[in-house]
């Protein structure tokens, strides 16, 4: 088990150290949609639910594995026979 946890944060320290290119919204689609939201438009609302989704899916799968592991896993108390 020890060896499996330390694989995980080795993979996970790796993954976080590594350096990787990001590209930015572009200046044009951010002021369209600024300006859409302005005139009334919804589709700029619409892009900050979706971007909301793509954050939030990955948080409520990853909790959810961890509580079917902590819940399958976990050690049971030891139940005593008491002398009757």
């Known amino acids: 088990m020890k060896k499996v946890i330390f694989i995980f944060l080795f993979l996970l320290i790796a993954g ?8 930015a ?3 044009m689609c951010t002021v369209s949609a600024e300006q859409s939201v302005k005139n009334g438009n919804t589709q700029g609302k ?3 639910t ?3 989704y793509l954050l939030v899916i ?3 799968l ?3 594995i961890g509580a079917l592991w902590y819940f ?4 049971k108390a030891p139940v005593y026979a008491e002398n009757v």
């Not at 976080?16 to 590209?23: A, G, R, Y």
């Open 62 to 64: 990853i909790s959810s």
């Open 58 to 60: 990955p948080y409520i």
């Open 72 to 75: 399958k896993y976990r050690k």
């Open 50 to 52: 979706g971007i909301i």
């Open 46 to 48: 619409g892009l900050n």
């Open 25 to 27: 919204q572009c200046a």
């Open 16 to 23: 976080i150290s590594s350096p990787t290119l990001v590209n």
